[in-house]
């Protein structure tokens, strides 16, 4: 069931049977349970054979939501995108939502918008997941980087002014979330420099954004997912109070799985 809330980009999704419900047994309280799957830089085909393998590893229950956090194809090449969806969609039968990363061109947004309707694809835009027991707000966009690219320099002569407007976008998209949703910010380059390591320190600042984390410190989303650092080491991390996490395929070797369960984080995170 879809129904329009007062936002840019609103959409909401029923579905009860992928929310469980935990009982607490000291106290007879109950939390409700969702757990959500995320992966990016699958860069199909590079990556996608060990992709589609890792999937038959893992058992995967109750996943409410799969998020994708862009460069599942390589260099643009849309047709790479089907067989990834394909798996993904056999493998957890979820609502996929997915963002852009700089290796699905701006060239080809328009097509994989077309031809993969069957996700939900946010362009500094929020969608609104919404069941009985839980509210989500997910704001996604490609996010930014603090020095652009060599070649988006040469190539993107305005590149600067549109990282500072989509910064100015992000904030107040998640400033825009009802207070009685839960906040996630999808992002595919890194919102901060803390899940960088492992990567060459000196293009940090080509890889992500910390004039993000001022943004995530004033309007605290609950998590915040990106990807693009393929080499971390350091997959997690909190940024007072905010749960970082970079799901990039060839850093993690699988699908991370969140728990996003109410009342659950402080046990489980
Ligand atoms: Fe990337």
Do not use: C
């Not at 007062?6 to 109950?30: M, V």
């Not at 199909?44 to 999937?55: A, G, I, W």
């Not at 910064?167 to 595919?188: C, F, G, Q, W």
């Amino acid at each position: 069931m879809f129904y329009s809330l007062p936002d840019t980009y609103s959409k909401a999704f029923i579905n009860i049977a992928q929310i469980g419900i935990l009982i607490n047994l000291n106290s007879g309280e109950y939390t409700r349970i969702m757990k959500i799957a995320a992966v990016s830089d699958i860069h199909s085909p590079k990556y996608l054979r060990e992709f589609v393998e890792s999937l038959k590893i893992r058992k995967y229950h109750d996943i409410a939501l799969v998020l994708l956090a862009g460069d599942i194809i390589d260099k643009g090449a849309v047709s790479f995108m089907r067989p990834v969806i394909n798996a993904i969609k056999k493998t957890f039968k979820s609502r996929i939502i997915g963002i852009y990363g700089n290796e699905e061109y701006d060239s080809v947004k328009n097509d994989i918008k077309r031809e993969f309707n069957d996700v939900i694809w946010l362009d500094d835009e929020t969608y609104f997941y919404e069941t009985s027991d839980i509210k989500v707000a997910i704001v996604g966009s490609r996010g930014v980087l603090d020095r652009p690219t060599w070649w988006q320099q040469r190539n993107i002569p305005n590149i600067r002014e549109i990282y500072l407007a989509r910064i100015k976008k992000i904030e107040s998209l998640l400033r825009a979330v009802p207070k009685n949703y839960k906040k996630i910010l999808l992002t595919h380059y890194s919102p901060t420099y803390a899940t960088l390591v492992g990567e060459d320190k000196r293009v940090w600042p080509m890889l992500g954004s910390r004039r993000l984390e001022k943004i995530i410190l004033n309007t605290r989303p609950k998590i915040v997912i990106h990807g693009h650092a393929h080499r971390s080491v350091k997959v997690e991390a909190w940024l007072r109070g905010v749960r970082i996490i970079n799901v990039a395929f060839p850093a993690r070797k699988e699908v991370t799985v969140i728990d996003f369960s109410e009342g659950l984080e402080k046990y489980l995170i």
